[in-house]
């Protein structure tokens, strides 16, 4: 069964990344617009079908109502493992840096982090198969076609994740609102993988006690959390500024290796 992509910039990257699409459905008259121009030679370069149709048809088709003009339909998206996301750190000569999401059930929300990953250079991320949004046409246009590039797992478990790469040396960071530990005391430039809750329930209890350490951003307004999107770009960020820069580290920087408690 074919997937619906959807949004210009993501059938863009979509048709740019080289991973099969079915078709175009294009709106007609779409050559004055430089992005949609470009879809169209870009898609008939690829030999991919490409159908002009009129707005009313391409609104009954979205699954989003944000069309833009254009709708790709492709094969359905193919989740990794785990250990892919490992490899593709090797493969990099990097050490890992994955973000592991618990129960992230807003496709914007998931777009937003997928697409944040891909721009911090992120190797993966990872997401249960439970209390959790799939990849879909709206995870794919909130992430402005990211999810073309990023390496996804999908796991029955986030906690047996979490041990899984544990035992592969990485360093399991939880972000939890009102710890004494603030995010930036923490150090990035280990393997780690950054373990984002939901907005209103935050890490849950099992997954809080199988992480290595907790941290938090700090709050100075009255709202008790950062969307969990935006949390994420801040962790993720701060890893990127301490990779980019380890002399910058804080003087007397914790170690890893206790537990979280």
Not at 32 to 42: A, G, Q
Not at 64 to 87: F, R, W
Not at 105 to 129: F, M, Y
Not at 145 to 160: D, M, S
Request: hydrophobic letters at 40%; proline letters at 5%; one cysteine or more.
């Amino acid at each position: 069964m074919s997937e619906i992509v959807e949004g210009k910039n993501s059938v863009l990257e979509l048709l740019k990344s080289g991973k099969p699409v079915n078709r175009v459905l294009l709106m007609a008259g779409a050559k004055s617009d430089t992005t949609l121009s470009e879809i169209f030679k870009l898609a008939k370069a690829k030999g991919v079908v490409i159908e002009l149709a009129d707005r009313r048809l391409l609104e009954r088709k979205s699954a989003t109502g944000k069309h833009q003009g254009v709708i790709a339909y492709t094969s359905p998206h193919e989740y990794c493992e785990v250990e892919d996301i490992l490899e593709e750190a090797k493969k990099k000569n990097e050490k890992p840096l994955i973000v592991l999401l618990d129960g992230i059930e807003d496709p914007q929300n998931l777009g937003a982090i997928v697409r944040t990953a891909e721009c911090s250079g992120a190797h993966g991320v990872v997401i249960p198969k439970r209390r959790a949004a799939p990849l879909t046409a709206a995870v794919s246009s909130a992430s402005a076609g990211a999810i073309e590039y990023v390496k996804v797992a999908r796991v029955p478990n986030i906690t047996e994740a979490i041990e899984k790469l544990k035992d592969k040396g990485v360093w399991v960071v939880g972000i939890e609102a009102g710890q004494d530990k603030k995010y930036d005391e923490v150090d990035f430039t280990l393997p780690t993988a950054i373990v984002i809750g939901s907005e209103g329930e935050g890490l849950s209890h099992l997954v809080k006690e199988r992480c290595e350490v907790l941290a938090s951003i700090p709050l100075k307004g009255k709202i008790s959390s950062l969307n969990a999107s935006v949390a994420a770009a801040v962790v993720l960020y701060e890893a990127v500024r301490q990779r980019s820069n380890p002399a910058s580290l804080p003087a007397g920087l914790p170690a890893a290796g206790g537990q979280a408690g």
